[in-house]
């Protein structure tokens, strides 16, 4: 079908449980978005280990934009640090790892004996994960599949290559890779070289608004849609387009981005690379303009939505009833730690951490639900005050985006332990951060301070005042595991 100037935008946004095609209408006043096409996004196990099943996250993408019916542009954003190896002729050479994969454990003490963690974080300002893509590659040093490998393509980066045969590198997703010098917004040479990192693996940089080729004719037949439709390069770091899309009318903001996971931190002009960020396992991940995310990763409501899946129970909104009706406080984990990473038994691994810490087990699922959101609420206060502190930048008011903002239990403990007013909403932050800058590279918009007027003036925003007494929220983070 053709597309007219009044098409919309089509955002692909791939979540680690679901992608999404949503369309959008933008003009300078008004801005609408909708879901055109949802599909799961369900990993597999093989013998070799965990994987994404690339080619279902491909298929669901043509098939949402063959219902759009006509589009201006294409963007797409994914989570971050994993990716497709290609061989010389452009082949994919086996499904993507997933990052919870295990073989990266214990992979980060070996690269730290060639570069110790100190220089490693002040030459690319990333927190230590275990899945790192620098990790990743690590690992794969040595294997038949990285020997044949030609081209390294970030998982965003290998679908549009797929959808408009050109390849690319986009940075704010380079970003987290920890291969990126955050000073310069360059690749990070002196790492590569001591890690033993081929940088050729990569193609060339691009940055949001850069154009990324157009469909390609068989994509525009199996999609009905008529050429050309452009592809443009958006944060294609699903959190970086999030952020693009924090609707502040003040400088000095906090974002949470809340789904699978919590990113919470300030965006800034420069990388906070000091000794005392790396030690609070600080990441600095580039944005849009030349920003710096600096942020804290938290596993986010990954650790409810595991105990769903447990008690084989999809009834959220009566979990998060009986929750609210829990007693506050009684037990709290350290929401941030790598113990819980891992898939399978989440009941049972935050009881014996509440053992661990000399706390009772939560009963039922209402009180481990609470003892869920109570920790998240924690550690997103944690992150926010430890951000000021670091930056030595105040903050006046948490923004929640994402889809923990439609959580109300949750946004209201996190404006109880911070203490701070909490703005909710859009929950549709990573769609709408991508739809926003393809616009802005079509003219529609103008500066970022633009797109966040635009956003505070026509998305549902839900505003939370703290209540109650901080005090014990901070005799609560003593009961924290390692706080």
């Known amino acids: 079908m053709p597309h007219s100037p009044n098409s919309p935008y089509a955002a692909v946004d791939l979540g680690a449980s679901s992608g999404r095609v949503m369309t959008a209408q933008v003009t300078p006043d008004t801005?609408?978005?909708?879901?055109?096409?949802?599909?799961?996004?369900?990993?597999?196990?093989?013998?070799?280990?965990?994987?994404?099943?690339?080619?279902?996250?491909?298929?669901?993408?043509?098939?949402g934009l063959r219902k759009t019916g006509g589009v201006r542009s294409v963007g797409i954003d994914s989570w971050a640090v994993d990716h497709g190896l290609l061989d010389a002729d452009g082949h994919l050479l086996g499904n993507p790892f997933h990052y919870r994969d295990t073989r990266t454990d214990h992979i980060a003490e070996k690269v730290w004996a060639t570069i110790p963690p100190a220089e490693l974080y002040a030459a690319t300002g990333i927190q230590y994960a275990p899945f790192n893509t620098l990790y990743q590659l690590a690992a794969a040093q040595g294997t038949a599949q990285h020997a044949a490998a030609a081209r390294l393509l970030l998982i965003p980066d290998l679908l549009t290559y797929w959808l408009t045969g050109q390849q690319g590198t986009e940075l704010t997703n380079a970003s987290t890779t920890q291969l990126i010098d955050p000073t310069t917004g360059d690749w990070a040479h002196g790492v590569a070289s001591r890690a033993g990192i081929d940088l050729a693996l990569f193609p060339p940089l691009r940055r949001p608004g850069d154009p990324a080729g157009d469909l390609l004719p068989h994509v525009l037949e199996e999609t009905g849609l008529t050429g050309p439709v452009p592809?443009?390069?958006?944060?294609?770091?699903?959190?970086?387009?999030?952020?693009?899309?924090?609707?502040?009318?003040t400088q000095h903001f906090a974002y949470i981005c809340t789904g699978t996971w919590s990113l919470a931190g300030l965006e800034l002009d420069a990388p906070?690379?000091?000794?005392?960020?790396?030690?609070?396992?600080?990441t600095n991940e580039l944005g849009i303009d030349g920003t710096v995310r600096h942020l804290r990763n938290i596993?986010?409501?990954?650790?409810?939505?595991?105990?769903?899946?447990?008690?084989?129970?999809?009834?959220?909104?009566s979990l998060l009833d009986e929750a609210a009706k829990a007693q506050p406080l009684r037990s709290v984990?350290?929401?941030?730690?790598?113990?819980?990473?891992?898939?399978?038994?989440?009941?049972?691994?935050?009881?014996?951490?509440?053992?661990?810490?000399?706390?009772?087990?939560?009963?039922?699922?209402?009180?481990?639900?609470?003892?869920?959101?109570?920790?998240?609420?924690l550690a997103h206060r944690r992150a926010v005050m430890d951000a000021a502190r670091l930056a030595d930048r105040p903050v006046d008011v948490v923004h929640i985006v994402g889809g923990g903002a439609r959580n109300d239990l949750?946004?209201?403990?996190?404006?109880?332990?911070?203490?701070?007013?909490?703005?909710?909403?859009?929950?549709?932050?990573?769609?709408?951060?991508?739809?926003?800058?393809q616009a802005r590279a079509d003219g529609v918009l103008?500066?970022?301070?633009?797109?966040?007027?635009?956003?505070?003036?026509?998305?549902?925003?839900?505003?939370?005042?703290?209540?109650?007494?901080?005090?014990?929220?901070?005799?609560?983070h003593a009961r924290v595991a390692n706080p």
Not at 304 to 314: A, I, M, S, Y
């Open 272 to 282: 906070v690379l000091t000794e005392e960020s790396r030690a609070a396992n600080f």
């Open 31 to 63: 801005l609408t978005l909708t879901e055109t096409h949802r599909f799961p996004n369900r990993p597999a196990r093989t013998p070799d280990g965990l994987h994404w099943d690339i080619l279902g996250l491909y298929t669901g993408i043509l098939d």
């Open 333 to 377: 984990v350290d929401a941030g730690h790598t113990d819980f990473l891992a898939p399978g038994g989440m009941p049972d691994r935050i009881a014996a951490a509440c053992r661990a810490t000399g706390q009772p087990e939560p009963r039922t699922r209402a009180e481990t639900t609470r003892c869920i959101l109570d920790s998240l609420a």
């Open 446 to 476: 103008g500066d970022r301070a633009a797109m966040r007027q635009l956003l505070a003036a026509t998305q549902p925003l839900t505003r939370y005042e703290p209540r109650g007494d901080r005090a014990v929220w901070t005799a609560a």
């Open 299 to 317: 596993m986010g409501l990954w650790l409810l939505q595991e105990c769903q899946r447990t008690w084989q129970d999809t009834d959220l909104a």
């Open 410 to 437: 949750l946004c209201q403990l996190t404006a109880d332990a911070c203490g701070l007013p909490v703005v909710a909403g859009p929950a549709e932050a990573a769609a709408l951060g991508n739809v926003l800058v």
């Open 231 to 249: 592809v443009v390069t958006v944060a294609s770091h699903d959190t970086a387009s999030a952020v693009a899309a924090v609707p502040a009318t």
